[in-house]
Every structure is written in structure tokens, then in C-alpha cells.
């Protein structure tokens, strides 16, 4: 059964066994990064140049599975700022394209921590709809700067933030790496860029062409420029002298904008690199447990000695790596609902315990729009002349062959042993010496989609939602539409008695 062992009582008896006056609470930086997985030297990636990154896991504690629930920007960020899965807060597409919160009211990080005298600083891009519903005290910098300019001005702006009183503040510091365009070199970062000799593209995509090593090797340049700023920033805390009780969590916002990763459900998008420090109360360690950005509300409510939030999916992560025992879940679920809109929509369910996977395809047997917009995206980011994607995949093994065929169309259920087959190439859901795992795994699903209110449970809002989302074509189309199904959600919740 799925554990959620996250609710107001459980709260508020942690928050009393890590009371602190109101003048020792930490102070809590949040540092993320766009479009990639643990692809950094902590994480044994062998191209990774990330020694900054590389000392914070060495410092702190290191997950090693961890997840975001929507491999997307906006869903991605709106659910580690309210703690919820992106079917609970409604921001299930880019904020770009209109997508938005089902309810301004969700309660969010900003919001609690101010309550309790926290200073907010925001730099970088939000990227939720609508902003107003997160009250931060300060947003420099807010465009997503995917031209990467002026970068030093993130650690500049962090360091007026810092040191502008002695209240706890809250910063989260939003990087534009490794988004693409993948540049080679900005400003001089990273000082000696990698080339396509010296990397192999991500084993999960199961093709490694010399022109995509070509792109392979500055997504990498994107993530030693990244990790160059990260240590500006940490040198900016250090020189604060809030280093020691400050919580600092480096995450990304979903995996790498590649084939089988963003905006899939496949191990590729839903993993993420994510670092935790907090040198006065947390030891430095390696974790193994499913661990996702829902929880980072929770715990952050708990070391801040916030009001507690009823009904958030996530559990603290203070009570994992603390020296007790505690109990864990034992699955980790994730979605995905749509990117843009109609060139991207293609809803799925998906849960994975610490050896079986599952995908579930709500609209199974029909072409994924996204797989052709991801191809043609990656096409024209090659040298003129290469082989194309397509090329390369007719090229490769039958079993990478069939994974970008089912890729293509998916089946209902498909079914994944991770210890054997860790990057999701042999769909097992048909094989009969498995269907004790594939109706276990359907069970758990079905119970997590219940006890979170999955409003595309109801037949009628996944066609209603369906309908609406495949009417907007493009981002002309976005402009001039009102999205309604926040009011479907919202009624859905009502009926399951859930404010």
C-alpha cells in the first residue's frame, strides 16, 4: 500500500521534536536547474565536470532516486512550490501557453514561509499562472534567459538578497542551463568546453550518432557553465556567514530535453539530480529511497516550524535522512498530461516500486503527437548534412527499434524490470510470467489515483479535457482561449469532499 503518512497531526509532532525560536530558523536556498538529470560527477556520470555540484553531495546528503512528478516546466515547478501533484494544482501545461492552478488559493512555499516571518526572493523564472498567487518579497531576473545573458548577475542579485537583513529568508535561484539552445561557451564558461570525441550520448535513448554526440557534448558544456554559477552562489552564502544554518537544495526541474526523457514519463524525464545540506542538523550521506520534489514542501514546513498544510502528498524528508528509523513509501508515482497543447498532449499514469515500472496510457493505441515535435526539435538542432534521428533509430538494435515504435503508440500498460532493464527497452506487460507484478503494480496505481482525487478518473472530464486541449494548436490559439478545465478539477474535488 501507498504510504502517505503526511498530515496535520504527524506534522505538527515533528515540527515540536525540531522546534526552534523564531531567530534560529534556517535560512533555505533553493538552486535549480532547467532540463536535465543526474548528469554530474556525484551521480558517476564519466563526462560530467561539476566539481562544485560534486562538494555540495560530498557535504550534504545525495539522493540517488529521486523524481519530479511531471517531467514539464511549469508542472514541475508548480507542484515543489505547492507540494502537489501537477492533477491536484491544475498547472498541468506550460504557463506560456495559458495552462494555470486550478485555485489561486493553493497554499505554496512563498506563501507559508512569509506567514512565519520568512524574507522571499525569487530569481530567475516562475513560470506558474497565475504569479500573483505566490507573494515573493523579490523576483529579479524573471525571464527564463535562455540567450544566457548576463549570468553573473544571478550570484550578484543573491548576494544583495542575503545580506539585506537578519530575518530567515527563502531564495530560490532559478538557472537557465541546461535548456536548450546548448551553448558551447558563454562568457567564458565553461573555460575549456567539451567536444563530441570525448562524450557518448545518454544510454537511455538508445542511439548515439557522432552528429548527436555534437549536441551530447554542450549539453554537457551547459552543465560545467551550471555548475561554475552554482559556486559563485555558494561563495556568495559562505561569505554571508549564513552558511551554517542555511538549507541548501539543488534540484533539477525534470531530465534532459533528449528523446525518451522530457516530457515522457520514461526514467529519462521523472529522474533528477537532487542535493541536500544543512550543515547544523543533517549528516552527510547517500540515500536510496524513492524521493520526489513533493516532498521539499513538507519538509521545508518542518525545519521552518511553519503552519502545517492538510492533505500534501509528500512526506519530509527530514524524517528520512534523520538518525531514527522511519518508515517509506514503497512506490513512487508520476504523470503526464501535455507540454504545450495540442502538439504535445498525450495523458499517462506511471508508478515504480525499487524494481517495476509501470506506464499507463490514458488515450492507448494513438499516435503521440510529441514524438514526432521531439524528433523534428532534435533534427534541427544537428549540423546541416547528418544522419537524421530517424536514420540513426532504423539503424540501431531491434530492441531500440521497437521501444521508439511503442514510443510512437503505446500500448495501454507497459511494463519495465528496471534491475535488468534500467533504461526501458523490453516492455514486459505481455509476458505471463509477469502478471502478478503488472495487476500489482495496477492496483497500487489505481489506489494512488483514488486517494490523490485523479480527476481523469472521470471518463467525462478526460474527454471534456481532451477535447479542449487538442482545440489549441498553437500559441496564437493559447492567446485568445480561457481554459476551462480548471473548473472540472475543481468540481471533481468538491464531489470527492476535497476543498
Not at 551521480?43 to 560530498?58: E, H, K, S
Request: hydrophobic residues 35%; contains cysteine; glycine residues 6%.
Amino acid at each position: 500500500m501507498i504510504r502517505n503518512m503526511r498530515n496535520c497531526w504527524s506534522m505538527l509532532l515533528l515540527c515540536c521534536s525540531l522546534s526552534f525560536a523564531s531567530d534560529e530558523r534556517p535560512n533555505i536556498l533553493f538552486i535549480v536547474s532547467e532540463d536535465n538529470g543526474p548528469e554530474l560527477g556525484c551521480y558517476g556520470d564519466p563526462y560530467a565536470r561539476t566539481p562544485n555540484l560534486d562538494q555540495l553531495a560530498a557535504s550534504g546528503v545525495l539522493f540517488r532516486r529521486a523524481f519530479v512528478p511531471q517531467a514539464g516546466c511549469s508542472q514541475s515547478r508548480a507542484s515543489f512550490l505547492t507540494g502537489l501533484y501537477p492533477h491536484q494544482h491544475g498547472q498541468i501545461g506550460l504557463a506560456t501557453w495559458g495552462f494555470r492552478l486550478a485555485s489561486e488559493e493553493t497554499p505554496n512555499l512563498p506563501r507559508s514561509l512569509k506567514e512565519v516571518g520568512y524574507r522571499t526572493g525569487l530569481i530567475g523564472k516562475l513560470h506558474i499562472n497565475p504569479e500573483s498567487a505566490f507573494p515573493f518579497d523579490m523576483h529579479e531576473k524573471p525571464s527564463a534567459n535562455f540567450a544566457r545573458k548576463k549570468l553573473k548577475d544571478y550570484a550578484r542579485r543573491a548576494d544583495a538578497f542575503i545580506n539585506a537583513g537578519d530575518a530567515p529568508f527563502f531564495l530560490s535561484v532559478n538557472y537557465p542551463d541546461a535548456h536548450s539552445p546548448w551553448l558551447r561557451q558563454v562568457g567564458g564558461l565553461p573555460e575549456h568546453p567539451q567536444s563530441a570525441d570525448e562524450v557518448h550520448v545518454l544510454d537511455y535513448m538508445g542511439i548515439d550518432p557522432p552528429a548527436l554526440r555534437k549536441l551530447m557534448a554542450n549539453h554537457y558544456n551547459c552543465m560545467s557553465r551550471l555548475d561554475s554559477l552554482v559556486g559563485d552562489l555558494l561563495e556568495v552564502l559562505d561569505r554571508s556567514g549564513k552558511s551554517k544554518n542555511t538549507i541548501v537544495i539543488y534540484f533539477g526541474d525534470h531530465g534532459a530535453d533528449f528523446l525518451r526523457g522530457k516530457r515522457t514519463c520514461n526514467e529519462g524525464g521523472l529522474r533528477i539530480p537532487l542535493l541536500m545540506r544543512w550543515p547544523a542538523r543533517i549528516s552527510a550521506q547517500e540515500r536510496d529511497e524513492l524521493v520526489s520534489t513533493i516532498d521539499l514542501m513538507p519538509t521545508l514546513l518542518v525545519a521552518a516550524n511553519a503552519h502545517p498544510v492538510a492533505n500534501l502528498p509528500g512526506e519530509s524528508l527530514l524524517s528520512l535522512v534523520s538518525d531514527g528509523e522511519t518508515n517509506w513509501r514503497d512506490y513512487f508515482c508520476a504523470e503526464y498530461h501535455t507540454h504545450a497543447a495540442a502538439p504535445n498532449y498525450f495523458p499517462q499514469r506511471s508508478i515504480r516500486g525499487a524494481r517495476y515500472k509501470l506506464i499507463e496510457t490514458l488515450l492507448p493505441d494513438t499516435v503521440h503527437p510529441d514524438y514526432a515535435v521531439t524528433i523534428q526539435k532534435i533534427n534541427q538542432a544537428l549540423p546541416k548534412g547528418s544522419q537524421t534521428i530517424e536514420e540513426s533509430i532504423e539503424q540501431s538494435q531491434s530492441v531500440v527499434r521497437e521501444a521508439y515504435r511503442l514510443m510512437e503508440r503505446p500500448t495501454r500498460f507497459q511494463l519495465y524490470d528496471l534491475e535488468q532493464d534500467p533504461h526501458e527497452f523490453h516492455n514486459i506487460a505481455d509476458d505471463p510470467k509477469y502478471a502478478v507484478t503488472l495487476e500489482e503494480l495496477k492496483g497500487q496505481l489505481d489506489q494512488w489515483r483514488e486517494k490523490t482525487n485523479d480527476p481523469l478518473l472521470d471518463e467525462e472530464i478526460l474527454k471534456l479535457l481532451t477535447k479542449e486541449v487538442q482545440s489549441v494548436e498553437n500559441k496564437t490559439d493559447a492567446k485568445d482561449h480561457t481554459w476551462k478545465y480548471p473548473e472540472h478539477f475543481i468540481w471533481y474535488r468538491k464531489l470527492k469532499g476535497v476543498n
